[in-house]
């Protein structure tokens, strides 16, 4: 499994140097921590900032999503492990702006502990109020009735993208934990494995799949998922992601969603259309109108194979926020 690499301990810095050489007008690296990445454009006072953050290896979550119309800063961890405490404390104090910052990020329990230190400290040592919200959109990783337990996946995406222009928009924190949670109960996400990735320290395979094999569910990392069995085609798949997904999230006819059909490495873009097809004509038969779509690579597993179907349900209040143009490195939206 080749990398294009130097030496595997120093990938996360190298690529964090690469990425604010190639994008100077956009973000910048904090002289005070090195994985704390912040935009490069003034923000204005009394805006609540948006900080997310999580382990490497996803690109472009989650440091392509920092610019306007998005997230203020990021904290960048190692490969699959979350950001320690003070990277996000020191993005907390740089984009304050008097008016408090919002968390988020996914549902895995270094991430909590991390981000919930952080909290913590930047109100006892700076005075700067957090509101926190845990992206849980992974149906395949806890059943309906234990959502608080579930996994964040690609739907982050979609919680990001309405945290940011409602901040952008000028919510107040409260007003921003409320949108940004409502996105996330409305968004629901499922997987499908295909190949393994490869650590760079390890070079050895994250988990093992037949020749002609797949998992329904795998979990960003590896996680196991509900079902391995003989690899279906494209239709069978997204069938079965899209039935999981509006069995545990109904979704009523004449109502408006948007898609992401995520990449999670290596999938090309043209199984994903071919994914995106059988989408589009499940949800077109059931009455539901697609008011946005997203097809590529969002949120990957550095070269892992297979995808993701991820479903936000929108009300008039996300159709406008996430209408809302955006402006980062690695996500454009006019």
């Known amino acids: 499994m080749k990398k294009l690499i130097n030496n595997p301990t120093n990938v996360v810095d190298e690529m964090i140097e690469g990425y604010i050489k190639a994008h100077p007008n956009h973000v910048k690296q904090l002289a005070e921590n090195k994985r704390s990445i912040v935009t490069a454009k003034e923000t204005k006072d009394g805006k609540v900032g948006v900080l997310i953050g999580g382990g490497s290896g996803h690109e472009p979550a989650f440091m392509g999503y920092v610019g306007e119309g998005m997230a203020d800063a990021v904290a960048v961890g190692n490969i699959f492990a979350s950001p320690p405490p003070d990277p996000i404390l020191e993005a907390t104090r740089v984009i304050d702006k008097g008016a408090g910052v919002l968390y988020i990020y996914g549902n895995y329990a270094g ?115 509900v079902e391995k069995g003989e690899l279906k085609t494209a239709d069978e798949v997204a069938e079965r992601l899209v039935a999981d997904i509006l069995v545990d999230m109904p979704i009523a006819e004449g109502e408006d969603v948007a898609v992401l059909v995520n990449g999670l490495g290596s999938t090309t873009r043209m199984e994903l259309y071919i994914m995106f097809r059988k989408v589009e004509k499940m949800l077109s038969e059931k009455g539901i109108t697609i008011h946005r779509s997203y097809v590529g690579d969002y949120s990957t597993s550095l070269e892992m194979g297979g995808c993701s179907v991820s479903i936000m349900k929108l009300d008039d209040e996300l159709k406008e926020l996430v209408d809302q143009t955006a402006d980062c490195p690695m996500y454009v939206q006019k």
Do not use: W
Request: negative net charge; hydrophobic residues 35%; glycine residues 14%.
């Open 111 to 225: 991430d909590v502990m991390n981000f919930g230190m952080a909290a913590e400290l930047a109100d006892l040592e700076h005075g700067i109020q957090v509101g926190t919200v845990l992206v849980t959109d992974d149906v395949a990783s806890a059943p309906k009735e234990e959502k608080e337990k579930r996994r964040g996946i690609a739907g982050e995406f979609f919680v990001t993208k309405v945290a940011g222009a409602a901040s952008e928009k000028g919510y107040s924190l409260e007003e921003l934990v409320s949108v940004a949670n409502k996105a996330n109960d409305y968004t629901r996400s499922m997987g499908v494995g295909l190949t393994p990735c490869s650590l760079p320290q390890t070079g050895q395979p994250s988990f093992e799949l037949g020749e002609n094999e797949m998992e329904i569910g795998l979990g960003h990392h590896g996680e196991p998922g």
